[in-house]
């Protein structure tokens, strides 16, 4: 054995938590501007780009609850915000990626209930981050780099909305308040 090298490769998964508060998700880094550092989180200003990766070398991200703290504003060459923050989260995810996102449903109470929400976001963003959805609407000028796939978007309600038929389900979805209390978007990386 004199002689060989050994090469270690680590191929866990690089799984980032976005705005994970004190506790990330079992299995994830947190990064957040707030929390105090530990082994399991790194503090990152999600606002400063570029974000501390390299490009294309996260496999997953995770932001719960996060997005609709992202101040309303502009970044210094002009872009919004929040598709400045989904262009970061594109840049550092591996072709394939996944991002899951969670963030309060715009009919819901606890959209409003807390004084630093910034933004209101209804289900229907999540087509702004399709680069082909955004050619088609004739909105490629918003300069907006990501290209995601929705592979999923679903509703969190009430265990007892699921009874009913789905035609009530869908009118109650559609008009009523507080039914749905938060969106899960699952996005692809193209």
Same mark, same amino acid.
């Given at each position: 054995m004199?002689?060989?090298l050994? $090469?270690?490769?680590n191929? *866990? ?5 976005l ?8 299995g ?6 707030w929390?105090p550092?530990?082994p399991?989180?790194r503090?990152? *200003?999600?606002?400063e780009?570029? &974000?501390?990766?390299?490009t294309?070398?996260?496999d997953?991200l995770?932001?719960?609850? /996060?997005i609709?703290? !992202?101040p309303m504003?502009c970044t210094?060459?002009g872009?919004d915000?929040?598709? +400045?923050?989904?262009?970061?989260? /594109?840049?550092? %995810?591996?072709?394939?990626?996944k991002?899951?996102? $969670? &963030?309060?449903?715009?009919q819901? $109470?606890r959209?409003?209930? *807390?004084?630093?929400h910034?933004?209101f !976001?209804?289900?229907?963003t999540?087509?702004y @981050? *399709? +680069?082909a &959805?955004?050619?088609? #609407?004739g %909105?490629d000028? /918003?300069? $907006? +780099?990501?290209d995601?796939g929705l592979?999923?978007? #679903?509703?969190?309600?009430?265990q007892a ?9 869908? &009118?109650m979805l559609?008009?009523?308040?507080n039914v749905?209390v938060?969106h899960?978007?699952? @996005?692809v990386?193209?």
């Open positions: 004199d002689g060989e050994t $090469v270690v490769t191929t *866990d998964p690089v799984r980032i938590d705005g994970s508060g004190q506790r990330p998700a079992d994830w880094t947190g990064w957040d501007l929390a550092e530990t399991s989180v503090r990152v *200003d999600l606002m780009f570029p &974000w501390p990766a390299e294309a070398s996260v997953e995770r932001c719960s609850h /996060y609709e703290h !992202i504003g210094s060459d872009r915000l929040l598709l +400045a923050f989904f262009d970061e989260a /594109y840049r550092v %995810l591996k072709p394939g990626g991002m899951t996102v $969670v &963030w309060p449903a715009l819901s $109470v959209a409003f209930q *807390d004084p630093t910034r933004r !976001i209804p289900a229907e999540m087509l @981050l *399709d +680069a &959805w955004r050619k088609a #609407n %909105l000028h /918003y300069r $907006v +780099a990501c995601f592979e999923a978007l #679903n509703p969190t309600v009430d909305f699921t009874l009913r038929a789905p035609e009530a389900q869908a &009118w559609r008009g009523m308040w749905a938060d899960i978007a699952v @996005l990386r193209r």
